[in-house]
């Protein structure tokens, strides 16, 4: 049988051929030829290399404008967030008001209040159909008169057909301040036709440099409410947090922004005029100090016990909140406002009573302003200030540098001009000789008992022209005086 049959079976493999079969070699592992780079491929490498070529989110695939364009933007983010937390902070930021210690300064009242003033007699800087007169002639003419309860201001009634302006008073006080507590005891503001009063505080020599408050102001029949305003050179705004009743008009202080309107607040209707004189009149008092400027105003029935009480310290913190309110927040309240002093006057006609807007639009006045104050002197029997008293507190470490005196100058008047806003926008001040000094507070018992008896004459001819103005007042629109502070 042949064994080679049976190949399959190792066992039936001679063994001189197992034994003869050459051992196989070592194993290696050995790398596959890389193949050369064809053209395709070079393109797509060149491609993936190229700028903009990954995905949008990459920052490695932008081109250096791309990367120049999303650092600028980064930028004005940051700059964004960090104004934006920076101006959300202020408008939620608002000065500490906490009270004050005040004692008596000063006191105008009773028949020497007119001693404490000086008498302008320049001619009006707002172009006013009006002739201020010095004290002795507002003396004589009875523009002027105090008693031991009450100090009149008034515009004169009795002559008609003027030419060079009515005549009229304004004041200016002696002494001047930088910071204080103003209460105003107030029975009788102006009002009627070309009819422009104001009670206001400013420094005549340095306007605006230092500043200008006003805390009563209207004009013409005044049935739409007292306004207060600032007015202060660049870098004064009121776009911050305010606690306030009254209603804010403007925010930015700057004297000739917005037509010389300053930033303003306007009252109701019962803060001036002829609704405020029928309550018995009441007290207006303007804090000025560091943290701000705040005006409230009190009814006559509502006064506060701290005011009423003359042995008192007033603490405007417990009065609650003002009509008024410049905070500190945006305005730098000491170096806006400095050597005070208090005005009053009744300008006739004028930049703002006079204006159209106002005469003819507002109020409904007749004819033109001029003429009307020129032929209608009976028509002013309303156009009258009336005050119990003005009062200053001061704390006790500013009382020794924040009110001074003016000196009389001489014989001679010495003028020096500056604009301003509320009785004038540009304000030219004469400093009246010692003779002025002298004859503003002319009341002998004679004298006195005369001018007082004047007074009452002149009084009740205001009553009897206050039911005229009152169904004049019902014709009026509601409204308030947002911009009348352009002068």
Same mark, same amino acid.
Request: proline content about 5%; hydrophobic content about 25%.
């Given at each position: 049988?042949?064994?080679?049959?049976?190949?399959?079976?190792?066992?039936?493999?001679?063994?001189?051929?197992?034994?003869?079969?050459?051992?196989? *070699?070592?194993?290696?592992?050995?790398?596959?030829?890389?193949?050369?780079?064809?053209?395709?491929?070079?393109?797509?490498?060149?491609?993936?290399?190229?700028?903009?070529?990954?995905?949008?989110?990459?920052?490695?695939?932008?081109?250096?404008?791309?990367?120049?364009?999303?650092?600028?933007?980064?930028?004005?983010?940051?700059?964004?967030?960090?104004?934006?937390?920076?101006?959300?902070?202020?408008?939620?930021?608002?000065?500490?008001?906490?009270?004050?210690?005040?004692?008596?300064?000063?006191?105008?009242?009773?028949?020497?209040?007119?001693?404490?003033?000086?008498?302008?007699?320049?001619?009006?800087?707002?172009?006013?159909?009006?002739?201020?007169?010095?004290?002795?002639?507002?003396?004589?003419?009875?523009?002027?008169?105090?008693?031991?309860?009450?100090?009149?201001?008034?515009?004169?009634?009795?002559?008609?057909?003027?030419?060079?302006?009515?005549?009229?008073?304004?004041?200016?006080?002696?002494?001047?301040?930088?910071?204080?507590?103003?209460?105003?005891?107030?029975?009788?503001? *102006?009002?009627?036709?070309?009819?422009?009063?104001?009670?206001?505080?400013?420094?005549?020599?340095?306007?605006?440099?230092?500043?200008?408050?006003?805390?009563?102001?209207?004009?013409?029949?005044?049935?739409?409410?007292?306004?207060?305003?600032?007015?202060?050179?660049?870098?004064?705004?009121?776009?911050?947090?305010?606690?306030?009743?009254?209603?804010?008009?403007?925010?930015?202080?700057?004297?000739?922004?917005?037509?010389?309107?300053?930033?303003?607040?306007?009252?109701?209707?019962?803060?001036?005029?002829?609704?405020?004189?029928?309550?018995?009149?009441?007290?207006?008092?303007?804090?000025?100090?560091?943290?701000?400027?705040?005006?409230?105003?009190?009814?006559?029935?509502?006064?506060?016990?701290?005011?009423?009480?003359?042995?008192?310290?007033?603490?405007?913190?417990?009065?609650?909140?003002?009509?008024?309110?410049? *905070?500190?927040?945006?305005?730098?309240?000491?170096?806006?406002?400095?050597?005070?002093?208090?005005?009053?006057?009744?300008?006739?006609?004028?930049?703002?009573?006079?204006?159209?807007?106002?005469?003819?639009?507002?109020?409904?006045?007749?004819?033109?302003?001029?003429?009307?104050?020129?032929?209608?002197?009976?028509?002013?029997?309303?156009?009258?200030?009336?005050?119990?008293?003005?009062?200053?507190?001061?704390?006790?470490?500013?009382?020794?540098?924040?009110?001074?005196?003016?000196?009389?100058?001489?014989?001679?008047?010495?003028?020096?001009?500056?604009?301003?806003?509320?009785?004038?926008?540009?304000?030219?001040?004469?400093?009246?000789?010692?003779?002025?000094?002298?004859?503003?507070?002319?009341?002998?018992?004679?004298?006195?008992?005369?001018?007082?008896?004047?007074?009452?004459?002149?009084?009740?001819?205001?009553?009897?022209?206050?039911?005229?103005?009152?169904?004049?007042?019902?014709?009026?629109?509601?409204?308030?005086?947002?911009?009348?502070?352009?002068?």
């Amino acid at each position: 049988m042949d064994r080679r049959l049976h190949a399959g079976d190792r066992t039936f493999v001679p063994d001189y051929e197992l034994h003869n079969v050459p051992p196989a *070699p070592p194993y290696t592992e050995t790398a596959s030829p890389t193949p050369a780079p064809t053209a395709v491929t070079a393109e797509k490498a060149k491609a993936a290399k190229a700028p903009g070529a990954g995905p949008w989110y990459d920052p490695r695939s932008w081109s250096v404008l791309t990367k120049s364009i999303v650092a600028g933007g980064v930028v004005v983010v940051i700059v964004a967030l960090v104004v934006g937390i920076y101006e959300g902070t202020k408008s939620a930021s608002y000065p500490d008001y906490s009270s004050l210690s005040y004692s008596l300064k000063d006191t105008y009242s009773g028949s020497s209040f007119f001693d404490e003033f000086e008498y302008y007699t320049a001619t009006d800087p707002t172009d006013g159909f009006v002739d201020y007169v010095d004290s002795s002639t507002a003396s004589e003419m009875n523009l002027t008169y105090a008693s031991s309860s009450r100090a009149v201001l008034r515009v004169d009634t009795s002559t008609s057909n003027q030419t060079s302006g009515r005549k009229s008073v304004r004041i200016t006080s002696k002494n001047t301040y930088n910071t204080g507590l103003f209460i105003f005891d107030i029975t009788h503001t *102006p009002y009627g036709c070309a009819t422009w009063p104001a009670l206001w505080l400013t420094d005549p020599d340095n306007w605006p440099e230092h500043g200008e408050i006003d805390v009563l102001e209207s004009n013409n029949k005044g049935t739409h409410g007292n306004a207060m305003t600032l007015h202060t050179t660049s870098g004064c705004k009121m776009d911050v947090k305010r606690k306030e009743t009254g209603t804010a008009s403007y925010t930015n202080c700057l004297d000739t922004a917005n037509d010389n309107a300053g930033c303003g607040v306007t009252g109701g209707k019962t803060t001036y005029g002829e609704q405020f004189n029928s309550n018995g009149g009441g007290v207006y008092a303007m804090e000025l100090r560091d943290a701000g400027i705040r005006v409230w105003m009190f009814s006559r029935d509502d006064i506060p016990d701290d005011i009423s009480n003359s042995s008192s310290s007033p603490d405007p913190s417990s009065w609650g909140e003002a009509l008024a309110d410049f *905070p500190s927040t945006n305005c730098d309240i000491s170096s806006h406002f400095k050597n005070q002093s208090i005005i009053v006057n009744i300008d006739v006609c004028g930049e703002l009573a006079g204006a159209s807007k106002y005469y003819t639009d507002l109020y409904d006045c007749p004819s033109t302003c001029t003429e009307w104050a020129a032929e209608n002197g009976a028509n002013f029997t309303n156009a009258y200030w009336e005050f119990k008293s003005f009062k200053v507190y001061q704390t006790s470490s500013s009382s020794s540098s924040n009110s001074t005196s003016t000196a009389s100058t001489g014989s001679s008047p010495a003028s020096s001009t500056a604009a301003s806003m509320n009785g004038a926008s540009t304000v030219t001040t004469t400093v009246e000789a010692a003779a002025s000094s002298s004859s503003a507070g002319q009341t002998s018992s004679s004298g006195s008992q005369n001018q007082q008896g004047q007074g009452e004459q002149s009084d009740q001819g205001g009553q009897e022209g206050q039911s005229e103005s009152e169904s004049e007042s019902q014709t009026q629109q509601p409204g308030g005086q947002s911009q009348q502070r352009g002068q």
